[in-house]
T-cell receptor, first 114, second 115 residues
Framework: DVKVTQSSRYLVKRTGEKVFLECVQDMDHENMFWYRQDPGLGLRLIYFSYDVKMKEKGDIPEGYSVSREKKERFSLILESASTNQTSMYLC?????????????FGPGTRLTVL | GDSVTQMEGPVTLSEEAFLTINCTYTATGYPSLFWYVQYPGEGLQLLLKATKADDKGSNKGFEATYRKETTSFHLEKGSVQVSDSAVYFCALSDLGSGNTGKLIFGQGTTLQVKP
């Protein structure tokens, strides 16, 4: 089974702090994704990566950056956390060689910015 | 651009009731279609999928048929249980994104099943 893990289930940070959210997948997937989930808004794509050191902006990249130095790890960085970044963050991975675009999700990190 | 529209929730049913959650899509090509489920406090899990027209995806008593003529992928279950209470997301593969595997998600439908 594909396993996607996220570094924390719950995180509390203060405004202005630099925040790192880590995601690791164990299935050698090429593609990795970061979403945020807010009530009534569904899932919104922040950034995605289709290869090591490659990244593409999603629908809401402002205030975020990402890093993919190794194939299995995709990090989301909040350079200076703000209260409007309080949300659930979900990481996912997929492989185009699998024949479909099925994404496999981690358990999520609920981030609160005070 | 491509999009997914789901029926608004919350949907509240009694145990053993019949469930339908409507999903329609707009796409220029022939995307794969997915239903994901999110149980309270967890990430999303793939529930079922269909990759071409008239395919039926099924899992855990849930079914959905890829209807190209009506651009729909409605989720159904004959008899829901309390344990089915969750948020359900319909999604399609974003063919315009090349080989990046992007999905386009609906806004999610909350299902609450009461004993």
């Amino acid at each position: 089974d594909v396993k996607v893990t996220q570094s924390s289930r719950y995180l509390v940070k203060r405004t202005g702090e630099k925040v790192f959210l880590e995601c690791v997948q164990d299935m050698d997937h090429e593609n990795m994704f970061w979403y945020r989930q807010d009530p009534g808004l569904g899932l919104r794509l922040i950034y995605f990566s289709y290869d090591v050191k490659m990244k593409e902006k999603g629908d809401i990249p402002e205030g975020y950056s990402v890093s993919r130095e190794k194939k299995e790890r995709f990090s989301l960085i909040l350079e200076s956390a703000s209260t409007n970044q309080t949300s659930m963050y979900l990481c996912a991975s997929s492989s185009p060689s699998g024949g479909t675009d099925t994404q496999y999700f981690g358990p999520g990190t609920r981030l609160t910015v005070l | 651009g491509d999009s997914v529209t789901q029926m608004e929730g919350p949907v509240t049913l009694s145990e053993e009731a019949f469930l339908t959650i409507n999903c329609t899509y707009t796409a220029t090509g022939y995307p794969s279609l997915f239903w994901y489920v999110q149980y309270p406090g967890e990430g999303l899990q793939l529930l079922l999928k269909a990759t071409k027209a008239d395919d039926k995806g099924s899992n855990k008593g849930f079914e959905a048929t890829y209807r190209k003529e009506t651009t729909s992928f409605h989720l159904e279950k004959g008899s829901v249980q309390v344990s089915d209470s969750a948020v359900y997301f319909c999604a399609l593969s974003d063919l315009g994104s090349g080989n990046t595997g992007k999905l386009i998600f609906g806004q999610g439908t909350t299902l609450q099943v009461k004993p």
